[in-house]
């Protein structure tokens, strides 16, 4: 016997495990998920959850927390640095490449949903293994794609018995307009530059439009009279902006403008939204998802000039405002019949029946490793089945089964050929 301590482990810091009483809810998220994204034609999409660290670096971008802070990166035996990917956009767009559907017709619609890894303080709704559904549309500039997200997003929430949720939306001009609204926030900031706390100064140089996503207590005063990208959309970005407003106006989605919206990442050109809950947890908007349009993407990916626009859902904040909401959840397993065994060849017998059942589309349930019919019945009134089925020793020598009417009690034996039959009648009846 080894005499070093036993070590007791605990999932890593930031992750946690998603038992079988949450699954319900993750279950019910994912079927409502993918078939409103089948609906609306989006493909579903499986990609490594290990990338090249560069996509990470040109996609997301070299400015970004979730490349300069959050990425998990690792090297391999062979020297390649890959990282756990902090976000799907481009793995998804990397796939696109690499798979030749630039060939498709277009827009390409993919969705995805898995795992994603940041390494960020956990907090409330913050995890280090957090997962994601997001949708990709790729190959079209037309207005009405943005839109498309945005009304799925909210139909969505409806479907899943969310409505306290608001969008809020904002455009981020394009490489043409853009220049002039950096020189004016900086130019604005820079004379504030003492009133922002200290990370808000260095982005200031790095990246001046996450002032505007600042949360700090301080930096609130000076941000609420900071010039609006609006005020600097060049024509196009402005018709672009206003025909996706009235295409959501047309659709009876409301929506909130946001200046201050910016989101985290470097690669958002025109629209960008966000969803939040009505209702701040400990005392912070909690954001649900967003996304917008990325038309400089591909092209920083190496590709041809692609327009693209998608967006991301936060699964692990959307099952947690599910279960606040009381949403109603069917169990998965949902037994209509328990099947008791008594003896050895009862037992071996049993096994056999349940496959059977199963194979007739009848979900049972049992308890194989019990002996006593008395346990194995209080089993069955726990689970709330109507029958019982039990094959004893008598019953297996005879190919006889009993058939218990678990309200009242009532018994009857039947030939085993004809249960499936029977219990199928009887379920019908109920
Ligand atoms: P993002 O594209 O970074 O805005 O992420 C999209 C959505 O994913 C957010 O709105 C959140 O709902 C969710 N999310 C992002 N980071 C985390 C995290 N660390 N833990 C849990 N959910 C997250």
Known sequence: MSKTKQKNFKAPKGMRDILPEEQIYWEKFLKVAQRLAEDYGWQKIETPILEDVELFI?????????????????KTSGGTRLALRPEQTPGVMRAYLENGMNNLPHPVKLYYFG???RHEQ????????LYQFGTETIGESAAVLDAQVIQFCFHLFR????????????SMGCPQCRPAYRRALVDYFRRQKNKLCPDCQKRLKENPFRLLDCKEEKCQPVKTQAPAMLDYLCEQCHRHFKEVLELLDELEIPYFLNSALVRGLDYYTKTVFEFFLEEETQGARMALGGGGRYDNLMK????????????????????????????????????KIFLVQLGDMGKRKSLKLFEMLHQAGIV??????????????????RLGVKYS?????????????IIRDMQSGVQETVPQEKIIDQIKKRLIKK
Not at 159 to 170: A, D, E, Q, R, V
């Open 300 to 335: 920083e990916l190496g590709g041809k000039p692609t327009p693209a626009v998608g967006m991301a859902l936060g699964v692990d904040r959307i099952v947690a405002a599910m279960k606040k909401e009381g949403v109603k959840v069917s169990p998965i397993y949902n037994p």
């Open 122 to 129: 956990p907090q409330a709704g913050r995890y280090r293994q």
């Open 58 to 74: 040109r996609g997301t971008g070299q400015t970004t927390d979730i490349v300069t802070k959050q990425m998990y990166m690792l």
């Open 115 to 117: 795992p994603m890894f």
């Open 159 to 170: 479907s899943l018995g969310l409505k306290k949720i608001n969008t809020h939306i904002n």
């Open 389 to 401: 089925l039990i094959l004893g020793q008598q019953e297996a020598l005879d190919n006889t089964i």
């Open 364 to 381: 049972t349930a049992e308890s194989f490793s019990r002996d006593s019919i008395k346990t194995q019945l209080k089993i069955a009134d």
